[in-house]
């Protein structure tokens, strides 16, 4: 078995797609045009059928519906999930081999994965925005038992009470060898084939994206924020610099390589 050629996404508050995200979903079917695209809206998804989409979606917190609905896709269907925030850099195909895929997501702040354990300043968790798997994988499976476990709690200011997705991904991992807190660089090769690559592979517009990075995904974030509450400028101009930087690396990389089209035009310093 193996993950087939198709891509997930959702889009369940049935407004136009923004300009930006438009430009995101032509990434992915300018450079994987043999990729069947799946949009999943409220058409295609019963919301009704989970309690937690369900409350999510009454509350407007189209993200947090998608967390379930992403899992319910690949389980179903098997294939790939992106975020529609997600631009792509090259094709997926070497990654079709795999059980299942995604990246590190590093995270810094404060993170208890046990009871027992101790509190960490950082730790590893796996990226939401972009994963594969194949029909019917187990790991898929077990994180969507949490959903249909777990209630969606909206507090009275607006923000959400629910654990994020790359942490209950990275907490069922752990089940298969996932490890938390060795560097964010380390590429994970778990029990089932599950291979978790390093963070510059999908990279967030947080930490950059590189000339080896496949995808990026720009972070729009509206998750996190309270209900109608913008987003700060300061995030908005941090997200854009990071997002660039693909870009200069691309700028850098072709200086170089004309510069060594140049023999004796600079020579090499010489040391004394």
Known sequence: MSIPKKIHWCW????????????????????????????????????????FVEDACAARKWAFA???????A??????????????VFRRFDKFLRHAAFSGIEHHRGIKSWTENEPF???????????????????????????????????????TVDVEISPDVLARYAAGYGFQHDIHFDTLQELAGNIVIYP??????????????????????????RKTGQPEPWWIKWD????????????????????????PGRFPEKQVL
């Not at 923004?18 to 043999?34: G, I, T, Y």
């Not at 998608?66 to 319910?72: E, T, V």
């Not at 499976?141 to 009275?156: I, P, Q």
Request: aromatic residues 14%; glycine residues 6%; hydrophobic residues 35%.
């Open 74 to 87: 690949l389980y179903a269907e098997g294939g790939i999930y992106l975020d529609s925030d997600v631009r």
């Open 239 to 262: 997200r854009i610099l990071c997002s660039n930087s693909r870009f200069f690396a691309m700028l850098h990389d072709k200086r170089h390589r004309w510069l060594k089209k140049l």
């Open 199 to 224: 963070q510059r592979v999908f990279a967030t517009a947080y930490t950059g994206a590189t000339l080896r990075s496949y995808a990026l995904h720009l972070c729009d974030g509206s998750w996190y």
């Open 12 to 51: 369940l508050s049935g407004a136009p797609l923004p300009e930006n995200l438009r430009k995101c979903v032509h990434s992915w079917q300018r450079l994987m045009p043999d990729y069947e695209t799946v949009c999943w809206d409220m058409q295609r998804f019963d919301i009704h059928s989970v309690k």
């Open 120 to 158: 960490a300043s950082s730790y590893n968790a796996i990226q939401a925005a972009v994963i594969g798997a194949e029909k019917g994988n187990p790991w898929i499976g077990k994180c969507m038992e949490y959903y249909r476990e777990t209630a969606f709690k909206l507090k009275s200011d607006g």
């Open 66 to 72: 998608a967390d379930y609905i992403r899992l319910h």
